[in-house]
């Protein structure tokens, strides 16, 4: 989200005390008539930074990280959701409104080692011309649906999409039920995820709701004074495989560079449980705004992925955690 933009050169130093060696470019994607466009980054290992920067809670262990880089003007930037594919790949979209796909590559022993094959299309409108429009294409959060439909929630023009199958994606999105709330214009459905019946929206200034098809029921009220930037505010949300709630990236900003990221279990009702992950300086962090969640090999293992917003002083993450 732009409001973070006005991050200042100490970050820069900061940050670049987590990166590790160059890993080069990712194996580019073949052409292909689908739509998509192939993409190129350059990706760095990073670690989890200086001590002091990064609590785990018991049972949950880092399990690798990666810096993407990419030209000025490439859709690698600004990316504001994540969620998995089941094939190994994942999906992001971008708040300037470029959907982005690519390929997980895991090491010998199961850590985040690579990401190949990133592709991009636009998101469109419903009479399927390219979204042009920031006003309109200020995508933040996905869910895939149990039949492969993948829902996009946008803010300031608020509303969800459904662009159809991924493998087959419709230039015309139907709109779906969204919270019937007077979502202020870069505070909107920041988390999106598939629940029982439908689909869970949270706001990033409070509220959490269920919707389905028929209607959206609230489950949490937002709160009468919306949280601030400067407190901890959901702008990610994926079901727990499991199926025992949802897990949340939650962030935090207090110029001029106190920037802040949490992971946590939501529980049906809306609860947020006990912090799981705590990210913050002089560790690596980053204006964390996407999250997704499986199984493998027994435990959970979560992906998040943070929002550059098109700064040189913030950077592209993506950070692997396994939870016992």
């Known amino acids: 989200m732009s409001r973070f933009g006005r991050l200042t050169s100490v970050w820069i130093a900061l940050s670049l005390s987590a990166c590790a060696a160059s890993l080069g470019a990712p194996r580019p994607y073949p052409l292909s008539s689908d739509g998509w466009t192939p993409q190129v980054a350059e990706l760095r290992s990073v670690s989890l930074g200086l001590p002091g920067g990064t609590q785990l809670a018991d049972g949950v262990t880092f399990a690798g990280g990666l810096q993407i880089g990419a030209a000025p003007t490439s859709p690698l930037h600004s990316l504001s959701d994540l969620k998995l594919t089941g094939d190994g790949g994942f999906v992001t979209v971008s ?45 933040e959060g996905l869910a895939i649906t149990p039949s492969g439909d993948l829902l996009v929630s946008f803010e300031r023009r608020h509303r969800i999409w459904n662009y159809g199958s991924l493998s087959a994606l419709r230039t015309r ?12 214009e870069n505070d909107g459905m920041e988390g999106l995820a598939i629940a029982p019946g439908g689909w869970r929206v949270s706001g990033e200034a409070g509220g959490v709701w269920d919707c389905s098809a028929a209607r959206c029921t609230g489950v949490s009220a937002p709160p009468q004074t919306p949280i601030p930037d400067s407190e901890y505010r959901i702008t990610g949300l994926d079901r727990d495989p499991s199926g025992a709630g949802w897990f949340v990236v939650q962030r935090l ?24 992950i705590e990210l913050k300086l002089p560790g690596t962090t980053d204006n964390f705004e996407g999250i997704a969640a499986e199984t493998r090999n027994g435990r959970t293992r979560l992906y998040i992925l943070s929002d550059d917003n098109f700064n040189p002083a913030q950077r592209t993450l993506m950070l692997a955690f396994d939870l016992r």
């Not at 090491?107 to 419903?126: P, V, Y």
């Not at 110029?255 to 947020?272: E, F, H, N, Q, S």
């Open 173 to 184: 999105p139907t709109p779906v039920r969204s919270p019937d709330f007077a979502f202020t």
């Open 95 to 139: 708040d300037t409104g470029d959907l982005v796909r690519g390929d997980i590559r895991l090491d010998a022993r199961g850590r985040l080692a690579g990401l190949d094959h990133f592709r991009s299309r636009r998101l469109t409108l419903q009479d399927g011309a390219a979204i042009s429009d920031k006003s309109d294409g200020d995508a």
């Open 253 to 276: 900003y207090r110029a001029p560079i106190d920037m802040r990221a949490r992971v946590r279990r939501m529980a049906p009702d809306g609860t947020l449980e006990p912090v799981l």
